[in-house]
């Protein structure tokens, strides 16, 4: 319960209007920590809303495999250039992002993962690193303005951190490839 009550502080504390408006300044700031805190604060608050509404969870998200979907689709609209470009103009696609990261993806994340079994994680990895390399490559090598509301210097910036980003979870999920934890225990 403690735990909810940190998540649900770090979530109050991302939508200040002061505080939402400093990550937003940055790209990759809003990105690469607005984003993922939004995301971490969802994840802290999962154990009361599971607790809460248990046969919800047994329901529809009984395997995991719906859960994990839903978290790639809303990670993955995320990430395009037009998703964070809307959400700094349009109001409605701001709230949507306070809403959609920490209880459309935090939560179902932490609600799915031990559910979906080691193949289904090596997946969700691969997943990443790929759409990690194509999304810096896009921001690094476009030539024009993909954000409207961004410098090209910090599209590029982006990019970069986007390739820093798959590497190294390329690097975790190697690790966890080779390495057994009982070995370490």
């Avoid at 999962?46 to 995991?64: D, E, I, L, T």
């Amino acid at each position: 319960m403690q735990q909810a009550i940190y998540g649900l502080v770090l979530f109050v504390f991302l939508i200040l209007p002061p505080v939402a408006n400093l990550l937003e300044s940055v790209m990759t700031i809003h990105m690469h920590m607005q984003m993922p805190l939004l995301v971490i604060a969802g994840m802290m608050m999962a154990p009361y809303v599971q607790q809460r509404f248990p046969g919800f969870f047994k329901k529809w998200n009984s395997n995991g495999i719906p859960g994990i979907l839903l978290v790639i689709i809303i990670w993955s609209y995320w990430m395009l250039p037009r998703a964070m470009d809307d959400a700094l103009t349009m109001q409605t696609v701001e709230i949507f992002k306070f809403i959609s990261l920490p209880f459309l993806v935090g939560i179902p994340l932490r609600e799915s993962w031990k559910k979906i079994g080691t193949f289904a994680q090596h997946f969700v990895y691969i997943y990443f690193v790929i759409s990690s390399i194509i999304m810096g490559w896009i921001y690094i090598a476009s030539e024009s303005q993909l954000c409207n509301n961004y410098l090209i210097i910090e599209q590029k910036t982006l990019g970069w951190a986007f390739i820093t980003v798959a590497a190294c979870v390329l690097i975790y999920y190697v690790q966890i490839l080779f390495i057994k934890e009982s070995d370490y225990e």
